[in-house]
């Protein structure tokens, strides 16, 4: 039995403890901050919408911060900017040979978790898939998506140790020897597209069709590729574009 901790009960942390608690091999432990939360997934569940179908899962979730014993995997999805503080409150979680897990959006979580734990011990990926919350332990999971992830040596043994605790799931799971590169990619496009269509209130594909916004995300993008070469990954604008 392999202890996993999940810190972070919004869409995504939901919707990944969904497919753990599947593997019977898996002791599941959810945590987040929010005393309410934590009582109604404890007493409900997590409740899926998904393909047109309800599908509840019955998992242990607890308040995070409290103390408690180290786990052998330890999965984050608290917000980028809550990195630190969540690793600081929860250091109690990291055992000598934890392994920690971000699939957060953004770039550089891993810097924030490195202050705890040594890059080797360290997986980064990315998630296609799209949840969406609607009430505390309950979610729409209205797109899947494959998961990709990686570390820092491609010959990690810690990446197939977490892509096994997935099998069986139904969460399609990947390596990648460069997944830093794919974390840049689809940070470029979100920065792109995700501050302008919510400022401008439009949809994705007015951006492309009007002129001026157009040139407005080709100059985000350009700034944001010059911003990952100075972090050691190229990419030519066209590859964005």
């Known amino acids: 039995m392999i202890h996993v901790t999940i810190l972070g009960a919004g869409a995504m942390g939901c919707l990944y403890a969904s497919y753990l608690s599947r593997n019977p091999e898996v002791k599941l432990l959810l945590l987040d901050h929010n005393p309410e939360k934590v009582a109604e997934i404890e007493k409900d569940g997590l409740v899926m919408q998904e393909n047109g179908h309800t ?65 080797d011990r360290i997986v980064i990926g990315t998630s296609n898939h799209n949840s969406t919350l609607q009430g505390y332990g309950k979610f729409l999971h209205a797109a899947d998506g494959k998961t990709i992830i990686g570390a820092f040596d491609p010959a990690n043994p810690r990446v197939e140790l977490v892509k096994s605790l997935f099998a069986g799931t139904g969460l399609d799971i990947a ?62 604008e066209e590859e964005i574009l």
Request: proline fraction near 4%.
């Open 55 to 119: 599908i509840r899962t019955k998992v242990h979730a607890a308040r995070s911060g409290l103390g408690g014993d180290a786990t052998d995997v330890l999965i984050v999805f608290v917000k980028a900017h809550q990195t630190y503080m969540a690793m600081k409150s929860n250091r109690f979680l990291i055992g000598p040979d934890t392994t920690v897990v971000s699939l957060q959006n953004g770039m550089g979580n891993y810097l924030e978790i490195n202050k705890f734990v040594p890059l």
């Open 175 to 236: 390596s990648s020897p460069d997944v830093r590169r794919l974390i840049w990619r689809k940070l470029l496009i979100n920065m792109a597209i995700n501050p302008l269509t919510m400022l401008m209130e439009v949809r994705n594909g007015f951006l492309q069709a009007d002129r001026p916004s157009w040139d407005c995300v080709s100059g985000v993008v350009r700034e944001g590729i010059a911003v990952a070469k100075a972090d050691g990954v190229e990419f030519e």
